[in-house]
Protein backbone atom coordinates (compact mmCIF):
# COMPACT_ATOMS: atom_id res chain seq x y z
CA UNK A 1 0.00 0.00 0.00
CA UNK A 2 3.28 2.25 0.45
CA UNK A 3 3.66 2.39 -3.16
CA UNK A 4 0.33 4.91 -3.63
CA UNK A 5 2.15 7.47 -3.37
CA UNK A 6 4.93 8.59 -5.58
CA UNK A 7 7.61 11.31 -5.77
CA UNK A 8 5.70 13.00 -8.03
CA UNK A 9 2.46 12.85 -6.05
CA UNK A 10 3.87 13.72 -2.75
CA UNK A 11 5.34 17.42 -4.91
CA UNK A 12 1.84 17.67 -6.15
CA UNK A 13 -0.08 16.75 -3.55
CA UNK A 14 1.79 19.55 -1.31
CA UNK A 15 0.70 21.91 -4.23
CA UNK A 16 -2.76 22.29 -2.95
CA UNK A 17 -1.73 23.51 0.33
CA UNK A 18 -2.35 27.15 -0.93
CA UNK A 19 -4.26 26.92 -4.10
CA UNK A 20 -6.75 29.28 -3.60
CA UNK A 21 -4.18 31.95 -3.44
CA UNK A 22 -2.34 30.63 -6.51
CA UNK A 23 0.71 29.66 -4.68
CA UNK A 24 1.60 26.18 -6.04
CA UNK A 25 5.90 26.25 -5.68
CA UNK A 26 6.90 22.83 -3.81
CA UNK A 27 7.15 22.80 -0.49
CA UNK A 28 10.45 24.31 1.04
CA UNK A 29 13.33 21.38 1.35
CA UNK A 30 12.63 19.71 5.21
CA UNK A 31 9.57 20.78 5.08
CA UNK A 32 7.32 17.84 5.80
CA UNK A 33 4.12 18.45 2.98
CA UNK A 34 0.55 17.49 3.54
CA UNK A 35 0.76 14.16 2.24
CA UNK A 36 4.14 13.24 3.26
CA UNK A 37 2.82 13.78 6.72
CA UNK A 38 0.22 11.28 5.91
CA UNK A 39 2.60 8.91 4.76
CA UNK A 40 4.55 9.70 7.94
CA UNK A 41 1.58 8.70 10.53
CA UNK A 42 0.79 5.61 7.70
CA UNK A 43 4.43 3.93 8.65
CA UNK A 44 4.78 5.27 12.49
CA UNK A 45 1.40 3.97 13.51
CA UNK A 46 1.63 0.71 11.05
CA UNK A 47 0.51 -2.57 13.48
CA UNK A 48 -1.08 -0.23 15.81
CA UNK A 49 -4.69 -0.31 16.91
CA UNK A 50 -6.49 2.96 15.23
CA UNK A 51 -3.82 3.13 12.00
CA UNK A 52 -4.42 3.89 8.95
CA UNK A 53 -7.98 2.27 7.21
CA UNK A 54 -9.47 1.94 4.29
CA UNK A 55 -10.72 5.46 4.55
CA UNK A 56 -7.43 7.00 4.75
CA UNK A 57 -6.49 4.59 2.14
CA UNK A 58 -9.12 6.09 -0.59
CA UNK A 59 -8.41 9.61 1.06
CA UNK A 60 -4.67 9.27 -0.53
CA UNK A 61 -6.08 7.68 -4.00
CA UNK A 62 -8.32 10.27 -4.76
CA UNK A 63 -5.50 13.11 -3.60
CA UNK A 64 -3.30 11.37 -5.63
CA UNK A 65 -5.68 11.20 -9.06
CA UNK A 66 -6.57 15.06 -8.25
CA UNK A 67 -3.01 16.68 -8.21
CA UNK A 68 -1.08 14.11 -10.84
CA UNK A 69 1.21 15.61 -13.16
CA UNK A 70 -1.52 16.23 -16.32
CA UNK A 71 1.77 15.81 -18.48
CA UNK A 72 2.57 12.49 -16.83
CA UNK A 73 -0.48 11.23 -15.57
CA UNK A 74 -0.95 7.91 -13.51
CA UNK A 75 -0.73 4.98 -16.08
CA UNK A 76 -3.54 2.17 -16.32
CA UNK A 77 -1.52 -0.20 -15.13
CA UNK A 78 -0.80 1.50 -11.99
CA UNK A 79 -4.23 2.50 -10.98
CA UNK A 80 -5.27 -0.93 -11.60
CA UNK A 81 -2.69 -2.22 -9.33
CA UNK A 82 -3.15 0.24 -6.79
CA UNK A 83 -7.08 -0.93 -6.69
CA UNK A 84 -5.94 -4.36 -6.45
CA UNK A 85 -3.76 -3.25 -3.46
CA UNK A 86 -6.90 -1.99 -2.24
CA UNK A 87 -8.75 -4.84 -2.62
CA UNK A 88 -6.28 -6.77 -0.78
CA UNK A 89 -6.55 -4.47 2.40
CA UNK A 90 -9.74 -5.27 2.53
CA UNK A 91 -9.56 -9.11 2.18
CA UNK A 92 -7.03 -8.76 4.72
CA UNK A 93 -8.91 -6.52 7.23
CA UNK A 94 -12.53 -9.01 6.67
CA UNK A 95 -9.49 -11.90 7.79
CA UNK A 96 -7.86 -10.35 10.33
CA UNK A 97 -11.61 -9.83 12.37
CA UNK A 98 -12.66 -13.11 11.35
CA UNK A 99 -9.80 -14.71 13.03
CA UNK A 100 -9.95 -12.66 15.87
CA UNK A 101 -13.56 -13.47 16.78
CA UNK A 102 -12.89 -17.28 16.03
CA UNK A 103 -9.75 -17.09 18.58
CA UNK A 104 -12.26 -15.29 21.15
CA UNK A 105 -15.47 -17.58 20.49
CA UNK A 106 -12.54 -20.56 21.11
CA UNK A 107 -11.20 -19.30 24.07
CA UNK A 108 -14.98 -18.97 25.56
CA UNK A 109 -15.29 -21.93 24.65
CA UNK A 110 -12.14 -23.91 26.23
CA UNK A 111 -12.99 -21.93 29.47
CA UNK A 112 -16.77 -23.93 29.34
CA UNK A 113 -14.82 -27.08 28.95
CA UNK A 114 -12.08 -26.61 31.67
CA UNK A 115 -15.24 -26.28 34.03
CA UNK A 116 -15.71 -29.63 34.09
CA UNK A 117 -12.31 -30.20 35.84
CA UNK A 118 -13.45 -28.25 38.79
CA UNK A 119 -13.52 -31.10 42.29
CA UNK A 120 -11.08 -32.99 39.91
CA UNK A 121 -7.48 -33.76 41.56
CA UNK A 122 -4.61 -32.48 39.09
CA UNK A 123 -0.48 -32.64 39.52
CA UNK A 124 0.66 -29.21 39.81
CA UNK A 125 4.15 -28.12 39.54
CA UNK A 126 5.28 -26.12 43.01
CA UNK A 127 2.17 -26.18 44.77
CA UNK A 128 1.95 -26.29 48.57
CA UNK A 129 -0.30 -29.14 49.59
CA UNK A 130 -3.18 -28.57 51.63
CA UNK A 131 -3.24 -30.84 54.68
CA UNK A 132 -6.50 -30.88 55.88
CA UNK A 133 -6.05 -32.76 59.12
CA UNK A 134 -7.40 -36.62 57.41
CA UNK A 135 -6.14 -37.01 53.97
CA UNK A 136 -3.01 -37.54 52.69
CA UNK A 137 -1.14 -35.33 50.70
CA UNK A 138 0.36 -36.64 47.74
CA UNK A 139 2.53 -35.88 44.65
CA UNK A 140 6.00 -36.89 43.13
CA UNK A 141 9.39 -35.29 42.05
CA UNK A 142 11.08 -36.14 38.81
CA UNK A 143 14.92 -37.38 38.85
CA UNK A 144 16.51 -36.86 35.04
CA UNK A 145 19.66 -38.46 35.96
CA UNK A 146 18.80 -40.84 38.89
CA UNK A 147 19.90 -40.26 42.67
CA UNK A 148 22.01 -41.63 44.88
CA UNK A 149 19.44 -40.40 48.16
CA UNK A 150 16.83 -38.01 48.35
CA UNK A 151 16.09 -35.90 50.81
CA UNK A 152 12.04 -34.77 51.01
CA UNK A 153 11.49 -31.69 53.52
CA UNK A 154 7.92 -30.97 54.92
CA UNK A 155 7.73 -27.14 55.63
CA UNK A 156 5.20 -24.87 57.07
CA UNK A 157 3.99 -21.38 56.25
CA UNK A 158 6.92 -19.71 57.76
CA UNK A 159 9.77 -22.35 56.28
CA UNK A 160 10.51 -24.81 58.92
CA UNK A 161 10.93 -28.07 58.41
CA UNK A 162 8.56 -30.29 60.26
CA UNK A 163 9.33 -33.75 58.67
CA UNK A 164 11.86 -35.10 56.76
CA UNK A 165 11.69 -38.16 54.33
CA UNK A 166 15.37 -40.06 53.45
CA UNK A 167 15.07 -42.13 50.13
CA UNK A 168 17.83 -44.41 49.01
CA UNK A 169 19.08 -44.74 45.35
CA UNK A 170 16.69 -43.87 42.96
CA UNK A 171 16.39 -44.33 39.54
CA UNK A 172 15.77 -42.40 36.24
CA UNK A 173 11.93 -40.95 36.29
CA UNK A 174 8.96 -39.72 38.65
CA UNK A 175 9.28 -40.75 42.43
CA UNK A 176 6.12 -40.64 44.67
CA UNK A 177 5.42 -39.75 47.94
CA UNK A 178 2.89 -39.42 50.12
CA UNK A 179 2.21 -37.18 53.82
CA UNK A 180 -0.08 -37.78 56.34
CA UNK A 181 0.20 -34.95 58.33
CA UNK A 182 2.87 -35.97 61.06
CA UNK A 183 6.20 -34.15 61.70
CA UNK A 184 9.91 -35.82 62.07
CA UNK A 185 8.54 -36.63 66.02
CA UNK A 186 5.69 -38.68 64.97
CA UNK A 187 3.04 -36.10 65.80
CA UNK A 188 0.46 -34.57 63.81
CA UNK A 189 0.76 -30.92 62.64
CA UNK A 190 -1.86 -28.20 62.16
CA UNK A 191 -4.15 -27.89 59.11
CA UNK A 192 -2.71 -25.40 56.48
CA UNK A 193 -0.82 -25.36 53.64
CA UNK A 194 2.89 -27.14 53.80
CA UNK A 195 5.14 -27.47 50.71
CA UNK A 196 7.98 -29.79 49.74
CA UNK A 197 11.24 -29.43 48.87
CA UNK A 198 13.56 -32.36 47.56
CA UNK A 199 17.35 -32.27 47.63
CA UNK A 200 18.98 -34.74 45.28
CA UNK A 201 22.95 -36.11 46.29
CA UNK A 202 23.95 -37.54 43.54
CA UNK A 203 28.30 -38.17 43.21
CA UNK A 204 28.77 -35.94 45.83
CA UNK A 205 26.76 -33.26 44.11
CA UNK A 206 24.07 -31.63 46.19
CA UNK A 207 21.14 -29.72 44.21
CA UNK A 208 17.10 -29.47 44.66
CA UNK A 209 14.47 -30.82 41.79
CA UNK A 210 11.05 -29.82 41.42
CA UNK A 211 8.06 -31.29 43.54
CA UNK A 212 4.75 -31.21 42.14
CA UNK A 213 1.58 -31.97 44.38
CA UNK A 214 -2.16 -33.11 43.34
CA UNK A 215 -4.58 -30.42 44.50
CA UNK A 216 -8.49 -29.60 43.87
CA UNK A 217 -9.70 -27.42 41.43
CA UNK A 218 -11.60 -24.63 43.11
CA UNK A 219 -12.35 -22.15 40.16
CA UNK A 220 -11.42 -21.58 36.57
CA UNK A 221 -10.40 -18.09 35.28
CA UNK A 222 -9.03 -16.59 32.34
CA UNK A 223 -5.88 -14.66 32.42
CA UNK A 224 -5.55 -11.33 30.28
CA UNK A 225 -3.99 -13.23 27.81
CA UNK A 226 -6.93 -15.62 26.94
CA UNK A 227 -5.01 -18.38 28.81
CA UNK A 228 -7.21 -20.53 30.92
CA UNK A 229 -6.58 -20.60 34.74
CA UNK A 230 -6.98 -22.91 37.42
CA UNK A 231 -7.39 -22.01 40.76
CA UNK A 232 -6.64 -25.13 43.12
CA UNK A 233 -6.95 -25.67 46.76
CA UNK A 234 -4.22 -24.01 48.54
CA UNK A 235 -4.24 -20.70 47.09
CA UNK A 236 -2.25 -21.15 43.39
CA UNK A 237 -3.13 -20.32 39.93
CA UNK A 238 -1.91 -22.76 37.42
CA UNK A 239 -1.96 -22.64 33.57
CA UNK A 240 -3.94 -25.00 32.47
CA UNK A 241 -1.15 -25.73 29.66
CA UNK A 242 1.02 -26.15 32.60
CA UNK A 243 -0.69 -29.11 34.56
CA UNK A 244 1.36 -32.52 34.60
CA UNK A 245 -1.44 -34.60 35.08
CA UNK A 246 -4.94 -34.60 35.84
CA UNK A 247 -6.27 -37.16 38.18
CA UNK A 248 -4.71 -39.12 40.17
Known amino acids: ?116 MIGKQVLVPGAPGLWDGTSMVSGLFNLPQGADSVRLDVLDAQGNVVASNLYGPQGIGDVPFAWGGMDSAGKQVPAGNYTFKATVMNKGNSSTTPVSVYATVNSVSQANDKSIMLNVAGGKSVKLTDLKQIGI
Open 1 to 116: MLSLLNSNTLDNAANVVNASTGQTSKAPAGIATTAQAAMSKLTSTAGTAGSMGEKDFLKLFTTQLQNQDPLDPVKNEAFVAQLAQFSQLQATTTMSDTLKSYVESMAGQQMLNSAN
